[in-house]
């Protein structure tokens, strides 16, 4: 067995353990990420709102797409890019 096959091996578990987690914490995790990106935006006073947002966008859909793999089901898709 190859490095990469042994440490496959070692973290298969581990990132179940974060699927289950993040599927059965989704919706505080969400909560947690607008309260954060609200804190910065305030902190910016505004001048970053549009980046914020955006990256707050794929935050929650990472976490959506690595709780949807606990589940068994097909990943949503990417969002879609911001309109300039």
């Known amino acids: 067995m190859g490095f990469?096959?042994?440490?496959?091996?070692?973290?298969g578990p581990a990132k179940?353990?974060?699927?289950?987690?993040a599927q059965q914490h989704e919706s505080k995790i969400?909560?947690?990420l607008d309260k954060a990106a609200g804190m910065v935006d305030?902190?910016?006073k505004g001048k970053y709102s549009d980046k914020i947002q955006s990256s707050t966008?794929?935050?929650?859909n990472a976490v959506g797409r690595i709780a949807q793999k606990d589940e068994g089901g097909t990943p949503p898709?990417?969002?879609?890019p911001p309109a300039s």
């Open 30 to 32: 969400d909560q947690g």
């Open 77 to 80: 898709p990417p969002p879609a």
């Open 16 to 21: 179940e353990k974060v699927s289950g987690l």
């Open 57 to 60: 966008g794929k935050a929650k």
């Open 42 to 44: 305030r902190k910016t």
């Open 4 to 11: 990469l096959d042994s440490l496959k091996a070692k973290l």
